[in-house]
């Protein structure tokens, strides 16, 4: 990563040079608002690509068809769904097509499953998202990752979104253990840079955080970019308060 002083908003004197594209750069962390297939190739220094792309369903964010307008009735039954009350995903109305992230060394892709058609085989990565005595009860029990090289399926359990169902900022949001685990089998060491272009909440670049490695977030929404830059900041300020009362 280049070095800019810390929370530095640029437009004007960005790189990229166009008035829609924002860069922020906090401490180990650098985040974009604009579209990922224009900055990504301007990026140095990235190790892995981490991400959960818009998958190309149409999703139907307004899960309060499901219950009545009672969304956490749907949390208790599991269902994994955010609330994005109806507000689509950008770019979710065309078919995905990974092939610009597949040049990386170290890739994973969530939502494999409607473009593996497009994908070499790899490995996959399967977060369960539902109890065992839960499961055919509510649309999926579980989301598919594609990951480069290898050929093997591993899977981890975390229930934490449906917690979450109604304090999630993001209707796709993926908890931060989940993404973090995606590092350490793609094998990302600590220090390393991991891009994730399509951020959305920002799970990604906290899973970073946490485990000490670098993280790149690019966002096309500025709602949800506004989200993960607050979402960021509370956490590397988070860092700041432990950090303090040790020192
Ligand atoms: C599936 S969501 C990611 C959710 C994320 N995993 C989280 O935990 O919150 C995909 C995100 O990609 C964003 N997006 C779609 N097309 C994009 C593009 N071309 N460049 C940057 N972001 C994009 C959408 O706005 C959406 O927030």
Known sequence: MDHCPPSTLTSENSPLGSDSM??????GVELYLGDCLEIAPTLQGVDAVISDPPYGMKLDTDNSRFSGGNTASVARRGNGIGTGKGKGIIDDDKPFDPSPWLAWEKVVLFGSNHFGARLPVGTKLIWIKRLD????????????????????????RDLTMNAEANTRQHPCQKPVPLMAWCMDKAKVPEGATVLDPYMGSGSTIIAAIRTGRKAIGIEK?????KNAVERIKRELAQGDLFLGQNS
Do not use: T
Not at 22 to 27: D, E, F, I, Q
Not at 140 to 148: G, L, N, R, T
Not at 221 to 225: Q, R
């Open 221 to 225: 929404d500025p709602e949800h970019f």
């Open 22 to 27: 924002r860069r922020l750069v906090l401490p």
């Open 133 to 156: 005595d839960a499961f055919g009860s509510f649309l999926s029990d579980a989301e598919e990752a594609w990951m480069k090289g290898g050929h093997g399926i591993y899977c981890k």
